[in-house]
């Protein structure tokens, strides 16, 4: 089972911009498809976008133009570019497999604070 570490949070002004990081334990070649999630306080986990291992890509609507997912499979990773953030974004960012969301396996996520 494929071990996720986020890294790359912090806090931001409005307006501004993070990159996120998502390395793997073991190649991600042959995972399908690499998603990224956030949970804000109080809110239920939600869906933001995820990439194909072909490099194929699909974002929420409430990120969708902001936000970009790529990946290095090279160096098992996998990034989250988060441009133009808001408050709305604070959340902790969470990366997963599809699996690993299936048996509701999570890592400790990453920390976007967004101030205003």
């Known amino acids: 089972q494929v071990q996720l570490v986020e890294s790359g949070g912090g806090t931001v002004q409005a307006g501004g911009s993070l990159r996120l990081s998502c390395s793997a334990s073991?190649?991600?070649?042959?995972?399908?498809?690499m998603y990224w999630y956030r949970q804000a306080p109080g809110k239920q986990r939600e869906f933001i976008g995820f990439?194909?291992?072909?490099?194929?890509?699909n974002y929420a609507d409430s990120v969708n133009g902001r936000f970009t997912i790529s990946r290095d499979n090279a160096k098992n990773t996998v990034y989250l570019q988060m441009n133009t953030l808001n408050p709305e974004d604070t959340a902790v960012y969470y990366c997963?497999?599809?699996?690993?969301?299936?048996?509701?396996?999570w890592g400790q996520g990453t920390q976007v604070t967004v101030a205003s």
């Open positions: 997963n497999t599809a699996l690993r969301v299936s048996m509701n396996l």
């Open positions: 073991t190649t991600i070649v042959s995972i399908n498809a």
């Open positions: 990439i194909t291992s072909s490099g194929s890509t």
